[in-house]
């Protein structure tokens, strides 16, 4: 295939990439763990990026960007100091340094909500990236696109960030990520046989809360607090046995330890603070409980807004009965519905 640069004539790359759920172990991938252990698993929706490649002489602006879940569509110029309305597509588009001979309109879109604690933040920069790094020779590894991914938010926009969102979004599928020096990390992935698959698929449930999930200043809290008491804090270990018993009851088939997990997870959550698992998602554990569900997991860090996973038991009416019941409880509570993810990062041109 000839190089995109030497083509004069129009070229588009699309990418996607996976969100992730029932992160068991979340907190452990982060600076002040140093070292960690975590359990996730990619889902569909996925983050979508399409890029459209002009030459230089055909158009006024050289990148154009389309933020289409807001509806912004502006010019973005890296060479400028200063981020505007999209400070992580910006970074992400400067840290990719596009070449200089053609022009570029690229489109970012997530069926995910903003702030949903789905890692959909590190889908889009995994995405983009992806997407961007096929304007050169060679190709990033899902490795190198997720560490860039986590860089751009650390070093470029000086956010806090574990590294496991970017990992699972690069790779798919169920991993175990074992985190030795923060940020460096080796990925487990996890293959089950279809049956165990399909019945993972079908009994996994994600419910989003109606309302972005903030950091606030209970997370600041608990950060301090973490990182005063060092790796081996024992709220850090239990949070890293949780990733381990999701591992092996997954690998097991069995179902209802995997729900324990989650359970003992989103407890070990509460321990760090009892604001990181919001009244919302004790009203959802509740009629989840009443369902028949087997296990739950509060998305992410925990806090005000995101969402939970619930893992449903055998009945696939008792599921949808209960998904009805939790969006009947409040008009900001909706289902949205996963497919597991075979894949990661995937990009192609036409």
């Known amino acids: 295939m000839n190089s995109i640069r030497?083509?004069?004539?129009?070229?588009?790359?699309?990418?996607?990439?996976?969100?992730?759920?029932?992160?068991?172990?979340?907190?452990?991938?982060?600076?002040?763990?140093?070292?960690?252990?975590?359990?996730?698993?990619?889902?569909?929706?996925?983050?979508?990026?399409?890029?459209?490649?002009?030459?230089?002489?055909s158009k006024k602006d050289r990148i154009t960007l389309f933020a289409e879940n807001y509806g912004d569509q502006y010019i973005v110029k890296p060479e400028v100091s200063g981020w505007g309305k999209h400070p992580l597509l910006e970074a992400a588009i400067e840290y990719m340094k596009i070449p200089k001979d053609i022009a570029l309109r690229i489109s970012i879109f997530s069926e995910a909500?903003?702030?949903c604690s789905t890692g959909t933040s590190a889908a889009v920069s995994v995405a983009l990236i992806g997407a961007l790094d096929c304007l050169s020779a060679g190709r990033m590894t899902p490795h190198e696109v997720s560490y860039a991914a986590h860089k751009i938010e650390t070093d470029l926009l000086h956010l806090q960030s574990g590294i496991q969102d970017q990992l699972c979004s690069a790779y798919g599928g169920i991993n175990f990520i074992e985190m030795y020096n923060y940020p460096y990390a080796t990925v487990s992935q996890i293959y089950i046989p279809n049956s165990i698959w399909w019945e993972l698929e079908r009994r996994l449930v994600l419910i989003f809360m109606g309302k972005s999930h903030s950091s606030s200043a209970v997370h600041e809290k608990v950060i301090s607090e973490l990182e005063d008491e060092g790796p081996d804090n024992p709220k850090l270990e239990r949070l890293r046995k949780t990733a381990?018993?999701?591992?092996?009851?997954?690998?097991?088939?069995?179902?209802?330890?995997?729900?324990k997990s989650m359970i003992e997870n989103t407890e070990a959550q509460t321990e760090l603070n009892s604001?990181?698992?919001?009244?919302?998602?004790?009203?959802?554990?509740?009629?989840?409980?009443?369902?028949?569900?087997?296990?739950?997991?509060?998305?992410?860090?925990?806090?005000?807004?995101?969402?939970?996973?619930?893992?449903?038991?055998?009945?696939?009416?008792?599921k949808r009965g209960m998904i009805s019941e939790i969006e009947k409880a409040s008009q900001l509570y909706k289902n949205i519905p996963v497919y597991l993810s075979r894949f990661g990062l995937r990009t192609w041109e036409i």
């Open 275 to 318: 604001s990181l698992v919001s009244k919302s998602s004790l009203e959802i554990i509740e009629i989840a409980k009443k369902c028949g569900a087997i296990g739950w997991k509060v998305n992410g860090a925990g806090g005000e807004g995101g969402s939970i996973t619930i893992l449903c038991g055998e009945k696939s009416s008792y």
């Open 6 to 57: 030497t083509q004069n004539k129009f070229k588009v790359i699309n990418s996607v990439a996976p969100i992730r759920i029932c992160d068991n172990g979340g907190w452990t991938d982060t600076w002040f763990a140093g070292h960690g252990k975590v359990f996730n698993i990619g889902v569909y929706p996925y983050v979508e990026t399409q890029i459209e490649i002009f030459p230089l002489s």
């Open 244 to 259: 381990e018993l999701a591992r092996d009851a997954i690998y097991a088939g069995d179902f209802n330890s995997f729900g």
């Open 113 to 115: 909500p903003a702030g």
